[in-house]
């Protein structure tokens, strides 16, 4: 059993944490917003600096399931520890790499540190709170990465223009070691497997697989246009460029928003907040293809697809905590592949179809494959309602005072007959 957490070493595990998730994110995508001061600094074109965040995406599909199945034995106070350092040394590395190979070096270990890093943290950061408050736990440790594109990328691409790209690298090196000190202490150090988080609370191989699938679909449908928003804005909307950048802010703020409503519903109705933000998603990814040449409703439209995007995402996290079939390490690598697949595969799609019939079509395809993700879901919860008891998900107490009871959180691990081959092997996997 892991040990008792004070109500406030806990909150201040989540925020530390939340903190890192920003760290990482940030680290992602901070090329693109370098892209035209690092690749005449190395002598490189602008798509080869591109690859050091497409590149990355990829190592975190490969990596993530084959690191938590590595580590799964490792004390998590230990790992993250450690995988904090790592992504404070190869940001160091980044500050100071003196060619593209060794940068491109420094975002391998960043890559995989990022992939073991979403295998661990959300188990790991529920694990001390009762089950009744982990959808929230789960928006609020969201937020971080949700916070990250609205200002971490905004503010290390404008240190990069003010005292050269390295200075930027360097400062998240100092932020990876801060994060990393703070994890060391505050996290109790106890065997995976007794942490609150470490199993499903509602275990179903086959709904966890629909749920795998919906999600790189889910996905893929958002990154399909949010890869290409700024040609979409500029040659659909008929924005200029310099309102480009406080529309990406609304998107961002809208974002945060949609993660804060998460917070308040993912306990209660964790399936009406996986499809919620589909509907959204959806409905505002095919109204910008019919309405996007008018700017109020492109504007009003790119907010409702930064909103479904946060909060599509905290559900996913928080649906994974209750049907991991095995560990929820080895879930939570699992949703990170999918994740970035879908990421992978919108940013791939969007761009074949930007080359070959301009930016109008990727909101359309990209509403499509949101809609198959809801349709999927949608069917999935028809069915899971007419052949599950209510009670096999955890419902919270009304007096939310639970979350300021911070207790180690008891899971229940009823079995199930119906688990699919694929549950069944990704519970072996797991150590089930």
Known sequence: MAPEVSPRRAKAVLVALSFAAFAFITTELLPVGLLTHIAPDLDRSRSQVGLLVSGYAVVVVVASVPLARLTQRIPRRHLLGVTMLLFAAANGIAALAPTYAVLAGSRLVTALAQALFWSIATATVVGPFPVAVRGRVVALFGAGATLSPVLGVPLCTWLGQQAGWRAAFAVLAGVGLAIAAAVLV?????????????????????????????????????????????????????????????????????????????????????????????SIGTAALCGMYALGALRPGAVAF???????????????????????????????????????????????????????????????????????????????????????????????????????????????????????????????????
């Open 186 to 278: 505050l996290l109790p150090s106890y065997p995976p497997a007794a942490g609150g988080g470490a199993r499903g609370t509602a275990p179903d191989g086959r709904r966890f697989a629909v749920l795998l699938l919906a999600t790189a679909l889910g996905i893929g449908g958002f990154m399909t246009l949010q890869t290409y928003i700024t040609p979409f804005l500029l040659d659909v909307s008929g924005f200029a460029d310099a309102v480009l950048a406080p529309l990406l802010f609304v998107a961002g703020t809208a974002g945060v928003v949609g993660t804060l409503a998460a917070a308040r519903t993912l306990d209660t109705r964790p399936i009406a907040s996986l499809l919620t933000p589909l």
């Open 302 to 432: 790119i907010a409702g697809i930064g909103l479904a995007y946060a909060a599509f995402g905290c559900a996913v996290q928080n649906r994974m905590l209750q049907l991991a079939p095995g560990s929820t390490d080895i879930a939570s690598a699992g949703v990170s592949t999918a994740f970035n697949a879908g990421i992978a595969g919108g940013s791939l799609l969007g761009g074949a179809l930007l080359s070959t019939s301009g930016a109008r079509p990727l909101a359309l395809v990209g509403g499509l494959l949101t809609l198959a993700a809801l349709t999927l879901l949608a069917v999935d919860a028809r069915w899971g309602r007419a052949t599950r008891p209510a009670s096999t998900v955890a419902r919270p107490p009304a007096n939310t005072a639970a979350m300021r009871q911070v207790t180690p959180a008891r899971t229940a691990s009823p079995s199930h007959d119906r688990q699919s081959a694929f549950g069944e092997w990704l519970a072996r996997e797991a150590g089930a």
